[in-house]
Every structure is written in C-alpha cells, then in structure tokens.
C-alpha cells in the first residue's frame, strides 16, 4: 500500500503556462491513472526558484534558469501512485527535448532545454524535499480516489 502512495512533485513552468499546456500535461497524468493531491497556482518568487534549484547553483545556466522560472506563472502540483517518481520522469522525458523521445511531453511539446515546459522529481528524497519547499502540510489533499481499485489489484 506505502508504494501506491509515493509521490512527486510537478511543476508546469512558464512556457507551458503561457503556451497553453496546462490542460494537456494534467491530462496526461489523470489518464495515465495518477491522483492529484494539491495543485497551486502561483507566481512564484525568486527565492523560491533559487531554492528549488540549488543543487545547480555551480552551473553556468543557474542565473538564466532562475530568471525562466520566476518570470512567469506556474502550475505546482503533487501526483501520487505507484513508482510515480519513476514514471513521471519516464512521461517528462529527457531534460534537453532534443534527447526526448516523442511521446513523452518534452518530445512532443518543446524543442529548447532552457524551455522545457515542466518539473518533476528525480528521487523519492527529492519529492519529499520538493512537495514541503513547494507547499504547507495543510495544501495536501486527502481522499480517495473511486478509480483505486481499478488501477490497483
Ligand atoms: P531536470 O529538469 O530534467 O530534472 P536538471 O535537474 O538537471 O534537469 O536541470 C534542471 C533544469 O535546468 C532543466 O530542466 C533545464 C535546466 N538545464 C539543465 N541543463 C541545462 C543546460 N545544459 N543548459 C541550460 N539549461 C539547463
Ligand atoms: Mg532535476
């Protein structure tokens, strides 16, 4: 049971807001069979993007990725289901779109790896420290979804 519950953290990023992708990657997730735990609208701030992205702070696009990401609005979200770390990287795609195979929403909906549409976790670790930098305990939440015992045996 623990396993069906994992979760990520997913955001649409400025160019998929603005290029009206927000629609069509939430369907992707919903079709695919994944339950939708907090969604958040927002714009958020600098800080915000320059903690999400820490990790990078070393790399010479750090500045620009920062700049992108809190330049416009985003869609942050938490999905939940079985292996969905794994599998929402999988339906992501690679990080530069050139590498991502079609299918995946990189590889049909972006070309530039400085415009790559979307977020996701790369780790369980990484999803839990995401979904609490991203948002309050409180932001989460709890039902069940009707579709469980068809999508789980
Ligand atoms: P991902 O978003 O696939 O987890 P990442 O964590 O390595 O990739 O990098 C975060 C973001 O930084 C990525 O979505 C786009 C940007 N980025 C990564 N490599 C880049 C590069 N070589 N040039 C410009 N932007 C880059
Ligand atoms: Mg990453």
Known sequence: ????????FIAIKPDGVQRGLVG???KRFEQRGFRLV??????PTEALCKEHYIDLKDMPFYAGLVKYMSNGPVLAMVWEGLS???IGRLMLGETNPIDSKPGTIRGDLCIEVGRNLIHGSDSVASATKEVALWFKPEELVSYTSCAQPWLYE
């Open 24 to 26: 069509e990657i939430i």
């Open 84 to 86: 969905v770390v794994k």
């Open 1 to 8: 049971m623990a396993a069906k519950t994992e979760r990520t």
């Open 38 to 43: 907090a969604a958040k609208f927002m714009q």
